[in-house]
């Protein structure tokens, strides 16, 4: 019986024997491909994603969102969102959250109105964020060819979440996705 677990761990160990004729130590050690039935990948992982009132994009924390609106374009990108307290000993069902929004190339002047950024949580509530106290405040429009960056707050449920811009007729454009941890 010995005798035969070793030769079997021979052959194994060899390349002999595995089945589709690969070696043990083939560079095709993966899980396999994607079946063939199911559709090609049509975008690349990190990429900057369109986002219209028709077909909003759903992205990351940190990946852009090229908005077209209806008189323009603008580049927005959503990080966050650092919260106080990591790594304490009682984490609270909730915490304070802080977000940074970047717009930038607008194409023509963009409006930006606060009441137009939106989160939800894993619950289903909505949050209306405001301005950092103390922080400047975003221009009222963003002139083509600038950059704005401004950071907004609310004090949400720990999980997960979607940070939401919809200035157009309140529908939204872009999603980006996050999670709130405070551990």
């Excluded at 021979?10 to 994607?34: F, K, N, Q, R």
């Excluded at 690349?44 to 990351?60: E, H, I, K, W």
């Excluded at 619950?123 to 060819?145: C, Q, R």
């Amino acid at each position: 019986m010995l005798a035969v677990v070793v030769a079997l761990a021979a052959l194994v160990l060899t390349g002999c024997g595995i089945p589709g004729g690969h070696t043990a130590s083939s560079a095709d050690d993966t899980y396999g491909g994607l079946p063939t039935f199911l559709p090609r990948q049509s975008f690349a992982p990190d990429s900057v994603l369109t986002g219209t009132a028709a077909r909003p994009a759903l992205t990351t924390e940190g990946d852009g969102v090229q908005v077209m609106l209806p008189d323009a374009s603008v580049l927005a990108t959503v990080t966050g969102p650092e919260v106080p307290g990591e790594g304490l000993p009682y984490q609270a069902d909730a915490t304070t959250c802080t977000w940074t929004v970047t717009l930038t190339g607008a194409s023509a002047p963009v409006p930006i109105v606060i009441a137009d950024f939106t989160l939800i949580d894993h619950l289903g509530l909505v949050y209306h964020p405001t301005v950092v106290p103390g922080s400047k405040a975003p221009p009222a429009t963003l002139a083509p060819g600038h950059s704005v960056t401004f950071q907004l707050r609310a004090v949400m449920a720990v999980g997960e979440g979607l940070m939401r811009w919809a200035p157009v007729d309140k529908k939204i454009v872009a999603s980006w996705d996050f999670e709130v941890e405070n551990d």
